[in-house]
């Protein structure tokens, strides 16, 4: 039976969905389509390595465009059924080839790894039973990975349709168990409407069989010729090879080698992961040998970026057990940074070593308790260095992926590694991690009630950085003042440049009567700015003050370069969005949207109150006080 693309009709009674699991990927931490394809597909990859412990992983990425490009009369044979799908008005595509056009296209293979083994029939969720096919292709947020896996969520393979113009890929697979060889592809449109009838968003590619279940397809000749088309190169080697047809324009050669750079460095210099790129007849290999030399084509601004962290993992990667000073354990209960956690007879020679700008290396003990299992002992790993780098941002490395936008402290002239890697504590953060697994979640619903203190541990490891320095620098010696700016903000009046004149007293004549020179009134504050747990809240200012009329406020986090506000982020955070909570009362909400709210008084005793803020971090906030038309300014 020949593969075609199968779309179901909804059925009375179905869920009219519309698909947004590709916007999981849309935030700040992830900057481009590029870098999330190449986030989540290599950490599937990795997830599925064969754990021999010798042989890396290798991914390989192909860019097939210009000139390369499939020929329509080619790529027409593959989607002739679907594409009366593909141009249904309102089926979420914007951007639709035409029937004549090429087809430019991505190719993603990995080798050292399993492949999709599992039973291909299987079409439902059965307990205990672990089948990533059945995960890759039947099912939607769910997944089967375990702690020692990197992914959650059972969405990343969402990546490889928002890749494509049409939302859609091909999988050809080669098992480890059975030397299998199999192909299926999957588009996800929206919900869409063909001549009279209406279709679901999910669409397969394979042999349909009597009962209506799509079944890969596994016949020689077909597979053969896909292959040779779409430039694969894998032959009976295990692993999943991933075809991305209309590839993006986004997605470019120079954009996948500086994702793999940044979001891949650590594994790959550890040996765990290898990676080629390759385009036009030119292949570059990132691999641990290579990946300094492919930092400095990338020019200066990126190299100076990537290279510490580059020398700081080889030293990391090569530093004797012995170089390795282990902390005590934090309380078992609810861990909490403290001074004794420093070993007493370590504490003198750490701060000699972190002053003398030598490299650092850590091992941390914790405790992790999981909620109707066992009590387990685990570790994580710090490694630092005293360098005067203005950054001071942590770089959070959890099972090999860069934990991009986590909320920690910043210590500035510091540069710092933080590795979980070890199976109990790195499952806990793994559980708390968002989608794009950019951040650590404290109020995951699938972690709060997982863990006793789950919270705790995202707070200790976060602050591990900056605590440990800041016990390091309280020494009558040399104290550091500027380690850890985390103050409450409010914008200073700016000072004058111009010199100030000298006081000129005037000579009293005899029997003068001096009269003193009246006090200036002082200035009567109309609001009053105060810090609360989580945030701020603003009242009435001193009695006697005119009341404004509106409140106008901008808030920011703290930056170590340039103004707050300026440099605000909405992946920082949203008024309108939680955790944040805006509260007013003798007032009314005019606008509230990113970092800006505008409230209109209407009492005179007012409150505004706004809380959720990450209380890691320093908050800078901007009041403006608008007078009433017959308002004077007070």
């Known amino acids: 039976m020949p593969a075609k693309w199968v779309f179901r009709e909804l059925r009375r009674g179905d869920k009219d969905r519309q698909p947004t699991q590709g916007e999981f990927f849309s935030t700040e931490a992830i900057r481009s389509v590029a870098e999330a394809l190449v986030r989540e597909s290599i950490q599937n990859s990795l997830d599925a390595s064969l754990k021999t412990g010798s042989t890396p992983v290798q991914v390989r ?85 375990g702690e020692q896996d990197r992914g959650r969520w059972g969405i990343g393979k969402y990546v490889f349709p928002r890749s494509s113009r049409i939302n859609a890929f091909f999988a050809l697979t080669v098992r480890k168990d059975d030397s299998n060889r199999f192909l299926m592809g999957q588009a996800v449109l929206k919900s869409h409407v063909v001549g009279n009838r209406y279709y679901t968003p999910d669409g397969d590619y394979g042999e349909e069989a009597s009962d209506g279940l799509v079944m890969p397809t596994s016949e020689e000749g077909f597979l053969n010729r896909i292959c040779e088309d779409f430039s694969i190169s894998r032959r009976n080697e295990p692993g999943l090879s991933v075809v991305v047809p209309w590839v993006v324009e986004e997605i ?75 902390l005590n354990r934090a309380n078992a209960q609810r ?3 403290e001074p004794k956690l420093i070993p007493d007879d370590k504490l003198t020679e750490l701060r000699a070593k972190y002053r003398a700008g030598q490299k650092l290396a850590l091992e941390i003990p914790l405790t992790v308790l999981e909620r109707d299992h066992p009590t387990r002992e685990s570790f994580f790993k710090v490694f630092l260095v005293k360098e005067g780098t203005e950054e001071g941002a942590p770089v959070f490395i959890r099972d090999g992926i860069i934990i991009a936008d ?34 650590w979640q404290k109020d995951r619903e699938h972690f709060k009630f997982r863990y006793t203190f789950g919270k705790s541990y995202i707070d200790f490891v976060t602050q591990s950085v900056s605590m440990f320095v800041r ?47 009246p006090k200036p009134e002082p200035r009567l504050r109309r609001y009053t700015l105060s810090k609360v747990t989580s945030g701020f809240s603003i009242t009435r200012g001193h009695a006697g003050a005119p009341i404004p009329s509106e409140i106008r406020i901008a808030a920011a986090y703290d930056r170590r370069r340039g103004g707050p506000l300026a440099k605000y982020s909405p992946a920082d955070f949203k008024l309108n969005e939680a955790p944040l909570a805006v509260e007013v009362s003798g007032g009314e909400i005019i606008e509230k949207q990113l970092n800006r709210l505008v409230v209109s008084i209407l009492e005179p005793d007012f409150r505004v109150t706004v809380t959720g803020f990450d209380e890691n971090r320093d908050l800078f906030v901007d009041v403006d006080a608008k007078e009433a038309p017959n308002d004077s300014k007070a």
């Not at 991505?106 to 790894?113: K, W």
């Not at 080629?276 to 601004?301: H, I, K, M, P, W």
């Not at 380690?483 to 000579?507: C, D, G, Q, W």
Request: hydrophobic share 35%.
């Open 252 to 326: 470019m050669r120079d954009a996948i080698l500086q994702a793999v750079v940044k979001g891949y460095f650590f594994p790959i210099l550890c040996g765990g992961l290898e990676v080629s790129v390759a385009e036009a007849g030119q292949e570059t290999r990132v691999d641990r040998d290579t990946l300094a030399t492919v930092c400095r084509q990338f020019g200066e601004e990126f190299e100076k970026e990537m290279l510490p962290l580059v020398n700081l993992t080889i030293w990391a990667r090569d530093s004797a057990p012995s170089e390795t000073i282990r």
């Open 335 to 337: 861990p909490k940074w």
């Open 61 to 145: 990425f192909h860019l097939a465009t210009g000139p390369d490009a499939l020929p329509a009369r080619t790529v027409r044979q593959y989607f002739a059924d679907g594409w009366k799908h593909f141009r249904a008005q309102d089926n979420g595509l914007d951007d639709v080839p035409q029937s004549g056009d090429s087809c430019p296209f991505l190719v993603i293979e990995d080798f050292g790894t399993t492949g999709l083994v599992g039973d291909i029939t299987q079409y439902r969720n059965l307990p205990n039973t672990n089948n990533p096919f059945y995960y890759f292709f039947r099912t939607e947020g769910r997944s089967g990975k």
């Open 471 to 517: 016990y390091l620098n309280e020494s009558d010696e040399e104290p550091d003042r500027d380690l850890l700016r985390e103050i409450f903000s409010i914008p200073k009046r700016p000072e004058t440049e111009e010199p100030k004149e000298k006081a000129t007293t005037r000579k009293r004549k005899k029997g003068e009567v001096v009269k003193p020179d």
């Open 406 to 439: 986590v909320r920690g402290r910043w210590v500035s002239g510091v540069r710092a590694l933080v590795v979980i890697d070890h199976p109990p504590l790195a499952k806990l953060l793994g559980d708390s991690e968002n989608p794009a697994h950019t951040q």
